[in-house]
Every structure is written in C-alpha cells, then in structure tokens.
C-alpha cells in the first residue's frame, strides 16, 4: 500500500500545486512542527498540508468548543483543528505512542508560545484510545471529533463519537480510501483486509447511520465527515 502519498491532488500534480501555491497551506508554526517530527524520527504520517488546511477549515466552520481527537503523533493536526476553536475551548487528544506524545506535547507548547490556541486548552493524553476515551466522557457532549489512529479502531471510534457528539456535531475520519484499496475488500486477506475492511466498514456504518448525515470527501487520503443530525 503507498501509505507514502499523501500529495493533495495526485491524479493531476500540476493542480496539486496550483492548489499549494494559492492556498498556501504551510506556515512558519506547521512548518515548524514537521520539521521537529521528522528531526526527532517520528514517521511522516501526519496529515498532509493541504488536508491540515481542510481540518482548519472545516473547524472554523464549526467553531467547536470541545474537540476529540484520536491520533496525535507530533501535534501537526491539533494546531490545525485549535485554530478554529472558540477561545477557552479544549481539546483533548489521544496518543499510544509515549514518544510521539513527549514530541507532541513539545510542539504544542512552543506553538502557544507562537501565539497559537488563543486561549484552547490541549491536553495529551497517553495510551490506548479506547480505554482513555471513557475518562473524558464526562466533559461531553462533544463538537468534533476527528480520527486518525489505528484503522481496525475506526468502527469503535466511531460507535463512541456517535454516543458522545452533540447534535450539530461531526466526526471526521481520515485515510478512508484506504490507500487507493477501499472498494476492494473483497480481494484481500490478512492485515490488509483488517485494516482496508475497518475503514470500509467505517464509512459503510456512518453512511448508514440514522443519526448522521455524511460524505465522503476526495482528499489525497479520504476524508470521511458525518453531522450529527438527531
Ligand atoms: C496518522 S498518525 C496521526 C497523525 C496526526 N493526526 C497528524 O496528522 O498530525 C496516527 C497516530 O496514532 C497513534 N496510535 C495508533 N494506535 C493508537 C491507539 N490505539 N490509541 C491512540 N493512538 C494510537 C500512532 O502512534 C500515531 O502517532
């Protein structure tokens, strides 16, 4: 699977660039972040610039208070969702990974103290996701929620932003073309079929769902968005 191509427009790579050069999705603060996760050898499975512009975008569009996020590897996609919270909003998010977390957790400091998060609490949480999520509960209902962890997760992840999202609120799942596999479950087997069929299922399920309204958007990876409507 080419988990490595993340380039916003691959089928034509000169409107991929045309789309860089006017929209100009990097700045010093996110520029900065890639480069601290690549120097401290963290994979480069961030999201890519133009979809941490997209998350932006669609967080601005909900001005959300209180934010899940499932998946931090060095912050990259925190600061992007941050920037369109309310002020005094939280947002916490999950990493099972302690030294992405430790790098995270660096990065998002020195981007508030770039003036980032006006005021949104981030708070890094280390483990597992699953087992994390129910400490937080309390705190809901929640406006976003945005996943980007592990694949065969994504099905859970969702049952539990379903529960916990208030109506108006949306989840956000990313990689759900499953790197160009989505639609070809049923020529796989083995971890490939674990991890392309979890994300099969997951979009089948929110497609699905009686208290969602979604779609699937033709992002370089697949972004899979659903609004809670009753
Ligand atoms: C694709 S990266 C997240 C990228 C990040 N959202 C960004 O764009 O900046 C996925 C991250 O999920 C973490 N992860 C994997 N399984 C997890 C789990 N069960 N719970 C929490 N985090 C997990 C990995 O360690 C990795 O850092």
Not at 107 to 133: C, P, S
Not at 186 to 206: C, I, P, Q, T
């Amino acid at each position: 699977m080419a988990k490595d191509n993340k380039a916003f427009g691959q089928g034509m790579p000169e409107i991929a660039a045309y789309a860089e050069s006017v929209f100009n999705p990097i700045d010093p603060v996110l520029d900065f972040v890639r480069r601290k996760s690549a120097e401290g050898e963290l994979p480069a499975i961030q999201v890519g610039p133009m979809d941490g512009l997209h998350l932006e975008i669609l967080s601005r569009l909900l001005n959300p208070r209180r934010v899940i996020e499932v998946g931090t590897l060095g912050g990259y996609s925190a600061i992007c969702l941050a920037r369109g919270m309310v002020s005094g909003g939280v947002i916490h998010t999950f990493e099972k990974n302690e030294k992405h977390a430790a790098l995270a957790s660096a990065n998002i400091a020195w981007a508030k103290e770039q003036g980032e998060f006006r005021g949104v609490e981030v708070t890094v949480h280390v483990g597992a996701a699953i087992d994390m999520l129910p400490k937080v509960e309390p705190e809901g209902p929640f406006d976003l929620v945005f996943i980007d962890a592990d694949k065969p997760g994504y099905p859970d992840y969702l049952d539990w932003a379903a529960k916990t999202l208030r109506v108006g609120g949306a989840v956000l799942g990313d990689n759900t073309f499953a790197w160009g596999q989505v639609h070809r479950t049923a020529e796989l087997a083995g971890n490939e079929l674990k991890m392309v069929g979890s994300l099969d299922r997951f979009n089948r399920e929110l497609a699905a769902h009686p208290r969602f309204r979604s779609t699937i958007l033709p992002t370089a990876e697949g972004l899979t968005v659903g609004v809670k409507v009753r």
